[in-house]
């Protein structure tokens, strides 16, 4: 199994940068990509950045050229790097791994607050 933690959320003013880590555990080996989704009050939940285990990295149009996602050496953390942060921003941001012959692991969240 796999255990996603997430961390780094708070509240910020717009324009402002934030950097948000997601630690995995267990079977880390399973693990194909991982990406960060969010999930505002009254809205679907949506992708914003993927990351495979090679390195290659896709994002949502609406965070592209102001986040940035990244993994370290070890491959067992993701770090989304946001800055130019706007209100639209203001989410619950969730860690997400897919793996081999299995179903996708998902984090708690963690609260990401935008104010002008």
């Known amino acids: 199994q796999v255990q996603l933690v997430e961390s780094g959320g708070g509240l910020v003013q717009a324009g402002g940068s934030l950097r948000l880590s997601c630690a995995a555990s267990?079977?880390?080996?399973?693990?194909?990509?991982m990406g960060w989704y969010r999930q505002a009050p009254g809205k679907q939940r949506e992708l914003v950045a993927t990351i495979t285990r090679g390195g290659t990295t896709t994002d949502a149009n609406s965070v592209k050229g102001r986040f940035t996602i990244s993994r370290d050496n070890a491959k067992n953390t993701v770090w989304l790097q946001m800055t130019s942060l706007k209100p639209e921003d203001t989410a619950v941001y969730f860690c997400?791994?897919?793996?081999?012959?299995?179903?996708?692991?998902w984090g708690q969240g963690t609260q990401v607050t935008v104010y002008s």
């Open positions: 267990g079977n880390i080996f399973s693990i194909v990509a």
């Open positions: 997400n791994a897919n793996r081999i012959r299995d179903f996708d692991a």
